[in-house]
């Protein structure tokens, strides 16, 4: 779908990388740049495999690695003219910081008028705190997310996985392609000024809307819902399983279930709303119920009833599921230190034509493209889109302003 669309990726950890690793899925060629000494997630591990770190290795397939020292004014210079020749321009550079190697998007598209150029940073590029460093963590705090999270009367928790960084990636790419279809219309680019805080909030929806109609922090409520009862997890004999009862009618269903048909007559949880303002009476009811049950033979009979319910999986045991290997979550590819990689297919491989025919996103079995090494495509980078002749280019490597990977067997 992106196969003329090439992409300058001048990110570094999660944020920006997720963001152009959605657009190598879908066929844009991204050159990823970085410093002789790597992407940091390069080292944060373990694990590790063939070298590279499973954090690496989640958020960097299918693009080139073109490792060069931009304080070299040469190197700088290569990059300049890839910019200059690129659809889209993805960095998450300090506010400010690109301008000193002339790859500032006022410097950019001064060559490449019809640039998209996605800035990504903790805070925007306008305010008081523009000029601070921003990391998943730290915004979980700021905006609310780790004091909502946790169990009531616990302490705030932070996520387990940086998800401010990764829906800050989902929402550069749809802005990426928002813009790409403007610059295509008007032939005109632009500057798109994305940070980690205005997306964690505007991804907290019905929670954030909820505080700024009741002026009310959220209360830590662990794995229940603020507005809907029950829908949480509980404890069978067995093993824990989730509910999610959507509605009057489900709950009733979920009574008989569970033998209490008379508290779905009950005035005081026959309605949701009644259900939410006496939650703490009637969770524990239901969780001695629930107890009495193999987890299993719950979920059997609440499916048969209509009602949804699911058991707790970890990760490890959620890539087993039935449903999961049935859609082809897991791909493989050929990595050149690692060998034969795992990955988590992208969401949007399964996409079809009106006709019905498969659009062939999905790379076929065991050759899905890995994440490179660093460097691995320096020279023929510097050479094919930089315009060096490979004299240059071998110079540059040289003298360590870039860096050209060498490549063993597996």
Known sequence: MLKNVKVLDL?????????????????????????????????????????ESGYYLSVNRGKRSLAVDLKDAEAAAAVKRIA??????????????????????ESVSAVNPKVVYMSITGFGQTGPRANE?????????????????????????KLPVAFIDVLTGVHAA???????????????????????????LASLVNQAQSVLLTGQAPERHGSAHPSIVPYQAFEAADGGLALAVGNDKQFAKLCRVLGVPELAADDRYATNDARVRNRSVLIPLLAGRV??????????????????????????????????????????????????VPMVASPLWSAAGVDGQDLGLRPAEGEAPAPPLLGQHSFDVLTKEAGLSPTQADALIARGAALQAEIEPA
């Open 11 to 51: 990110s570094r950890v999660l944020a920006g990388p997720y963001c152009t690793q959605l657009l190598a899925d879908m066929g844009a060629d991204v050159i990823k740049v970085e410093s002789p000494t790597g992407d940091d997630t390069r080292r944060w591990g373990p694990p590790y495999v063939g070298g």
């Open 84 to 105: 200059g020749r690129a659809d889209v321009v993805i960095e998450n550079f300090k506010v400010g910081d690109l301008a000193r190697y002339g790859l500032d998007y």
């Open 133 to 157: 460093p921003g990391y998943d963590g730290a915004l979980q705090a700021l905006s609310g997310v780790m004091a909502m999270t946790g169990e009531p009367g616990s302490g705030p928790v």
């Open 174 to 200: 749809y802005g990426v392609l928002a813009a790409l279809r403007r610059a295509e219309a008007t032939g005109a680019g632009v500057h798109l000024d994305l940070s980690l805080l205005d997306v964690a």
């Open 291 to 340: 107890a009495e049950w193999r987890r299993d033979d719950l979920i059997a009979a609440c499916s048969h009833a209509g009602v949804p319910a699911t058991p707790v999986l970890t990760l490890a045991e959620a890539f087993e599921d039935a449903q999961v290997r049935a859609r082809g979550t897991v791909i493989t590819g050929e990595h050149p230190t690692a060998g034969t």
